[in-house]
């Protein structure tokens, strides 16, 4: 008589029981991606807001935003700032630059609402 004993867990032919399966393998409960979610009620505007429609709420102040407050409030370095602000000249919204009397800090304004044209060829200034 051959009695060999399998450690792999390979099958001998036996059919497996159905509980000691289910003792061997427990049951995990999982909760679906979307319940996890919290649900957003609506009432936060500016937790909806994204970084690049900060910026634009920041530059469209009356007297712009100095550089300092763009990176204290969007949480980027000066480079990032610069970077987002040619990506904004690259659509078409007409960003001034202007240095503060006080300080001396590069201060950004925008002087012209993006047109509703955007994306187009040839978008430049209305005539």
């Known amino acids: ?11 001998s032919g036996r059919a497996i029981d ?3 399966q289910a003792i ?3 049951a995990t409960k999982r909760t679906p991606h979307s319940a996890t979610k919290p649900k957003s009620t609506g009432t936060g505007k500016s937790a909806a807001k994204s970084k ?4 634009v709420a920041l530059l469209s102040k009356p007297n712009g935003a100095r550089i ?4 204290e409030r969007l949480g980027w370095q000066a480079h990032t700032v610069r970077a987002a602000l040619s990506g ?4 078409g919204v007409e960003v001034a630059t202007s240095k503060s009397p006080k300080t001396g800090e590069t201060v950004y304004a925008i002087v012209a609402p993006p047109s509703d044209e955007e994306g187009q060829a040839g978008g430049g200034a209305a005539l």
Do not use: C, Y
């Open 18 to 20: 159905p509980e000691t």
């Open 68 to 71: 300092s407050v763009i990176v």
């Open 88 to 91: 904004l000249r690259k659509q």
């Open 52 to 55: 690049k429609d900060q910026l």
């Open 24 to 26: 061997k393998k427990p």
């Open 1 to 11: 008589m051959n009695s060999q004993i399998i450690e792999n867990g390979g099958d």
